[in-house]
């Protein structure tokens, strides 16, 4: 790459503004690389050494590395319209704008050549709003945020022009040089309820605690709802409450749930309020929708800021339950996903994200009608369920922004706490007899194949059905959850009472992920207060990070996928691994399994920065009993931090820690190995958060008071060097079910220890 900024320089008026990879993409077969040429002698120069090649297949004395770019290459070209507006979007714009009278006006999102110089960029935007101005359009909102390398404008422009730019118009805005991507307005997700139930007999302890150190950004709620009321500090500086005069189910449902956690679970108060900022507002018809006069994007960004002044100094994780419906991940870092980066690291939060849903109907193509399904063995049925959903995994990726890889994206786990039996024989459960994701919950991979979604949390037991006179079988998901399935939350009025309802989905799933990390804020601070009262802000976000993902696992899973995803067992062990993590991320949660110690499990944890290239080792005591006894045992170490980022750049994530990998000399004293029930090492390195599980009932060999080293480290800094130190979270489990003296051989080898006791052994 240096040798390459080395040739542009020799061309006059070429400049070098950043890289990012062409990192492998198995659903991209044609990756592009996009080189910023402001001025036209340059764009001809390029393409003029790329016809030398192509026609003598040599380039000029002094730009060898451009021999070295044009070996990699299939052709060159001006950017254009194609490059502006992607093939999804073509189709939505085309579909939007379609019998339309010509002079309707719809608004888009613009975004423009980001440019560092202020005077560079103001000319950019001067030149986009006269193209604008041009077709008939008006700017509604415009931002320019170079924290994260991001320049729009939300623009309204007339059905003619929509449809030229679907067309991809050269003439058009499509072509305009200014202009980097035109996609549509933001649209939020939606959430499912169904089946009212009066709330009458659920009574929840008050919060005790007024400084919140959990928010949620989402719709306008309920405020005054028993189950809500004095429980949320609203800060609405928009005023959408004067416009929410629809149902507020969404914002309603992913408070109480964040506040409560599942209804039907036993009580779990949290000690204080929850800061409560409104991003969207239900209007009088249609569901939840955003601000229509402004950038999504820079509404949550100024909500940050404004945050940390207004009632949310001390918030060190933000739930957002919220997605783009209109940009699916696509290899390339959202510009929302972006901004969450910048804001983890610069703020010191931990942002929970919804995976997001797919409500679509997946093709079974092996099943030519319902009987033929029906008649099919349990096995079959659910193995070609996973295959017809593996076809289309392309079309089922999460939603901006999901891809942030600073903060935790959640997946709907197929789970809830519901008692009630359902006799019925449809709609059904998709993968009876296994733990699974929701049939509707989006997929991963994220950004250079980073595990997304890094986590599962119970999103109900959502269930599907075979559409009517479909062949071959069309299987969808239900769309309404009940009583029988899903996770009971707090209600709007319906006929003038204020009772309960259910939900599904991974917006749920990421409010309950919320829930558990201010639990197990509250457990550490009720053990640990002085550590925690000392500790600092984005310290306490990246431990709470670590902890969320501490307890996942894949349960046995993989089995089942990877006999669809590897049905001859021929892929290598990280391909298979990979795409069994697609589906499953590091794994489910057990938020009771992390909230406290029990006696045949201890858990221990640290906080503290790595400066460049550092190391640190923690020593971890080896309990006797593991020596004695052929036990199934199982350690797991968790690192999670937020890392600096570079918009533009190959190394976008400028810091990489990991854990090193155990010695043969400690798998010996503790009785353990290393398994492949768990994301490879590679691609858990991808991303912010590294977790790894050893397991075995072999007998140990570990003399009294031995120890083993765990050791994490920082890793060279890719690019140009980050100076300073970096905040991580470790959390260190060691379990031996049945073994009640684990967690006392640990507590008596450890110099800081908790106020509390531990719970009984159940």
């Known amino acids: 790459m240096q040798n390459f900024a080395k040739a542009i320089q020799r061309i006059e008026g070429l400049e070098f503004a950043g890289e990012e990879e062409l990192e492998a993409d198995d659903f991209d077969t044609s990756p592009e690389f996009y080189l910023l040429v402001p001025q036209l002698g340059a764009l001809q120069q390029i393409v003029s050494l790329w016809e030398l090649w192509v026609r003598e297949g040599t380039v000029p004395r002094n ?342 890889i600073n903060s935790l994206t959640i997946g709907a786990w197929h789970y809830d706490s519901s008692r009630e039996t359902f006799r019925g024989a449809t709609p059904f459960i998709p993968f009876a007899g296994m733990e699974m994701p929701n049939f509707s919950s989006r997929l991963g991979p994220g950004l250079r194949r980073a595990i997304k979604p890094e986590a599962l949390f119970a999103g109900g037991r959502e269930r599907v059905r075979i559409e009517p006179a479909s062949s071959p079988v069309n299987l969808a998901p239900h769309p309404n959850p009940s009583r029988f399935w899903g996770l009971r939350v707090a209600a709007p009025s319906q006929n003038g009472t204020l009772g309960t309802h259910f939900t599904i989905g991974t917006s749920a799933a990421a409010a309950l992920a919320t829930h558990s990390g201010h639990r197990i804020f509250d457990a550490l601070e009720e053990a640990y207060p002085q550590l925690i009262q000392a500790m600092s802000l984005i310290e306490r976000a990246v431990l709470l990070k670590s902890f969320l993902v501490h307890s996942a696992s894949w349960r046995g899973s993989e089995v089942f996928v990877r006999a669809v995803v590897d049905p001859t067992s021929t892929l290598h062990h990280e391909h298979w691994r990979r795409e069994v993590s697609r589906y499953l991320g590091f794994g489910f949660v057990d938020p009771d399994n992390v909230v406290a110690c029990m006696n045949d499990r201890a858990t221990l944890w640290a906080t503290g920065t790595l400066g460049p290239e550092e190391s640190i080792i923690f020593d971890l005591r080896v309990p006797q009993s593991l020596s004695i006894s052929a036990a199934a045992r199982e350690i797991r170490a968790t690192l999670a931090w937020f890392t600096p980022t570079r918009p533009g750049h190959l190394a976008y994530r400028a810091v990489k820690l990991k854990i090193d990998s155990l010695e043969r000399s400690s798998l010996q004293l503790t009785g353990v190995t290393t398994t492949s029930d768990q994301p490879s090492n590679s691609q858990s390195e991808s991303g912010t958060v590294v977790h790894r599980r050893w397991t075995s009932s072999q007998i140990g060999e570990a003399e009294n008071g031995a120890t083993i080293p765990i050791q994490i480290q920082r890793e060279r800094d890719q690019a140009t060097p980050i100076d300073e130190p970096i905040p991580f979270g470790l959390v260190i489990t060691i379990e031996m079910p049945g073994e009640a003296q684990i967690y006392e051989e640990i507590l008596t080898s450890i110099q800081v220890r908790p106020r509390v006791p531990i719970r009984a052994q159940v």
């Not at 809500?228 to 449902?253: K, M």
């Open 63 to 404: 730009f060898t590395p451009w021999r070295d770019l044009f070996l990699q290459l299939r052709t060159v070209r001006p950017w254009g319209p194609s490059d502006r507006v992607s093939r999804e979007n073509q189709e939505y714009f085309h579909d939007l704008a379609d019998g339309a009278p010509d002079a309707e006006l719809f608004r888009l999102e613009i975004e423009l050549v980001f440019r560092n110089s202020i005077e560079a960029s103001r000319s950019t935007e001067r030149d986009a709003r006269q193209s604008i101005a041009t077709i008939g359009g008006t700017v509604v909102h415009q931002t320019y945020r170079p924290e994260f390398a991001y320049h729009a404008v939300l623009v309204e422009v007339p059905a003619t022009e929509v449809r030229r730019i679907a067309a991809l118009d050269p003439t058009s805005l499509a072509g305009a040089d200014p202009i980097v991507a035109i996609t549509p307005q933001s649209i939020g997700t939606a959430i499912d309820v169904a089946d009212e139930v009066i709330s009458e007999g659920i009574a929840r302890p008050a919060p005790i605690r007024e400084r919140p150190i959990a928010a949620v950004f989402d719709a306008i709620p309920v405020q005054a709802h028993p189950l809500l009321a004095d429980r949320l500090r609203i800060d609405d500086p928009d005023d959408l409450e004067a416009r929410a005069v629809g149902q507020r189910v969404h914002g309603t449902a992913i408070a109480s749930l964040v506040v409560h956690g599942d209804l039907n679970d036993a009580p779990s108060p949290l000690s204080r309020q929850i800061y409560f900022r409104p991003v969207m507002y239900a209007p009088a018809f249609g569901v939840e929708r955003f601000d229509e006069n402004r950038l999504v994007v820079d509404v949550i960004f100024e909500a940050v800021i404004r945050m940390r002044s207004a009632g949310g100094e001390e918030v060190i994780i933000v739930n957002l339950s919220l997605g783009d419906t209109t940009k699916p991940f696509s290899g390339k870092i959202s510009t929302w996903a972006r901004a969450l980066d910048y804001l983890s690291y610069a703020y010191g939060i931990l942002f929970i994200i919804s995976a997001g849903n797919c409500g679509r109907a997946v093709v079974l193509e092996d099943f030519p009608d319902e009987a033929s399904f029906s008649a099919a063995p349990l096995e079959t049925r659910t193995q070609t369920t996973l295959a017809g959903i593996d076809a289309v995994k392309a079309d089922r990726r999460i939603l901006a922004p999901a891809d942030s």
